[in-house]
């Protein structure tokens, strides 16, 4: 297609786009809702790898011995531990220890330091807190500690309730991110339903004009262009609007989102500079191609020429 | 120039719209296709535009066969072939001088073309001082003297025009056949279909009466016979 050509299907285009404003107006609304969607869905999908990777560095597993185990025998045990290629440090807590830090944990409970009082001496064992470089390593570990040489002066082993935990967090995350899916799905859906309502009143308006066209001589590829050129301005316009909500609601949020996680490793603006071409192109290009793919059906099903 | 062979044209599922027609215009003539309404003129005038195309026979205008078309080619044809058709209307929001130009724009010309073309057509139309009227400021006649100018603009070397003076009075009437009259002076075949009794009878040039699909007669300096 030639310059001018080229400089008229842009103007027709144009022309479009502002003579059914309203029509506008909704189309690029509904392709922000889609787009904001997705981009929930993208900090969610940030959100649990934060929230999995905090729970994770909090995780070590407790071997409580008994209280009547010799001190010698613990650190036997901590060298054996420290020998295994999974771990990655194992931390020793006195009998002293446990008592300090059990009293500093229930200082404001006057019962529980009572009761502890009534027993008389001290009732912790030592404790040896190990963690290991994989998650998936702890049950190897543990297995380790099974035999019997161990088993008998150990007294407890806690780490099951923090494999629930992650367990809960990647549901939950997944729960999330799946809503959010379904969510970005159903408005793209109705995305595609209004596009193709708006190029089908897009060409109704231009009727008589198309006929004319058609009947000048004018070339099928100049009569369907401006259809596609607007719904490349749906998209440009609809992700500039989205970056307007996304990006403030970003900033906004990180302080609040940081708290709750109790990490500083929460960086959705971050995350979103880091991956800046890759996220604008993705979602660029999965509006242009919806909304072109959807003028190929509109056109093919209203223009004839 | 146009030439049909054999060409017959069914709706589906079976309504005949011509059946079996051979005609040849040579360059330069003035034909009249006349007959009663539903007879297939119409679809004769958009069979040569490749509007329609038939369902047996050949359709040839101009040396090029265009029985079997290509959609991308429909237009190389178009801009050879100047159009003044019943529903082929002036856009309302245009001037006069917008509406020709229009023409050329959707075509590519440069915008130098349409400055030197444009009033060049209007001027043969004798609507030169009313370039920027809008067509509601203008009567039945000067409008189609605008879609004449428009159907200019390619300078064809045929020319249809299906009813044109369908809703004018008699001197706009006449106006418009002059007007054909004088373009086709110039060289550019016409074909002009029509129901009007009088305007056939005034024109004494080649008459084609078509009846339920079928050439019945074809007169050189005919007369309007049903
Ligand atoms: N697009 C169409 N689909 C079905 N039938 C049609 C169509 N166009 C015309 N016809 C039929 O073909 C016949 C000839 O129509 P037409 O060429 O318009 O006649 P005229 O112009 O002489 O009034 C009529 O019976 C008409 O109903
Ligand atoms: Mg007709």
Request: aromatic share 8%.
């Amino acid at each position: 297609m030639s310059f001018v050509s080229t400089i008229r299907v842009i103007k027709f285009a144009f022309q479009n786009f502002v003579r059914n404003s309203w029509m506008t107006v909704a189309t690029v609304s509904v392709l922000v809702l889609t787009l904001v969607s997705l981009n929930m869905l993208v900090a969610m999908n940030v959100l649990g790898k934060v929230a999995l990777s905090a729970v994770r560095s909090k995780i070590d597993v407790s071997v409580h011995f008994r209280p009547d185990v010799d001190d010698n025998r613990v650190q036997t045990v901590k060298i054996f531990l420290l020998s295994l290629p999974e771990v990655k440090d194992v931390t020793y807590l006195s009998q002293a220890d446990a008592l300090t830090q059990f009293n500093q944990t229930y200082h404001a409970d006057a019962g529980i330091i009572e009761a502890l009082g009534e027993v008389g001496q001290n009732p912790f064992g030592a404790t040896l807190i190990i963690s290991a470089h994989n998650l998936e390593d702890y049950p190897k570990i543990m297995a380790a500690l099974d035999d019997p040489l161990y088993a008998d002066v150990i007294e407890a082993k806690d780490f099951d309730d923090r494999q629930a935990m992650i367990a809960r967090v990647e549901a939950v995350s997944k729960k999330l991110e799946l809503f959010a899916l379904a969510v970005s799905a159903a408005f793209g859906f109705i995305a595609l339903l209004i596009v193709l309502n708006t190029i089908r009143v897009s060409i109704f308006a231009r009727k008589e004009e198309i006929a004319i066209m058609r009947l000048v001589g004018a070339s099928s590829g100049f009569i369907r262009m401006p259809f596609y050129v607007e719904a490349v301005l749906w998209s440009v316009v609809a992700l500039a609007v989205c970056a307007m909500i996304v990006l403030p609601a970003f900033m906004f949020s990180q302080p609040y989102l940081s708290d709750f996680f109790g990490t500083d490793s929460v960086d959705l603006l971050g995350f979103y500079a880091a991956n800046a071409a890759l996220i604008v192109g993705a979602e660029f290009g999965a509006t242009l191609l919806m909304s072109c793919i959807t003028t190929k059906m509109a056109t093919a099903k209203y223009l004839k020429v | 120039m146009i030439r049909f062979k054999n060409v017959s044209k069914t709706y589906p599922p079976d309504v005949i719209g011509l059946q079996n027609v051979n005609v040849h215009i040579r360059p330069g003539e003035f034909v009249s296709i006349v007959g009663q309404s539903g007879t297939g003129k119409t679809t004769f005038a958009k069979m040569l535009i490749a509007e329609e195309r038939p369902s047996k026979g050949q359709i040839v205008v101009g040396g090029w066969d265009i029985s079997a078309i290509k959609p991308s080619e429909v237009p190389l044809l178009r801009r050879q072939i100047g159009v003044v058709f019943q529903d082929f209307k002036l856009l309302p929001r245009k001037t006069v001088y917008e509406n020709v130009a229009f023409a050329l724009e959707v075509c590519g010309a440069s915008a130098k073309k349409i400055t030197s073309v444009v009033p060049q057509a209007l001027k043969i139309v004798g609507l030169t001082g009313k370039a920027d009227r809008y067509p509601r400021q203008m009567s039945g006649g000067e409008q189609q003297r605008v879609v004449i100018a428009r159907s200019l603009i390619h300078r064809p070397k045929i020319i249809v025009a299906d009813e044109p003076t369908g809703n004018l009075d008699s001197l706009n009437t006449r106006e418009i056949i002059d007007l054909l009259k004088k373009i086709n002076e110039f060289g550019t075949t016409v074909v002009l279909v029509t129901h009007n009794r009088d305007v056939v009878n005034e024109l004494r040039r080649r008459v084609i009466t078509i009846d339920r699909g079928m050439i019945v007669s074809d007169q050189e300096e005919g007369r309007y016979l049903l």
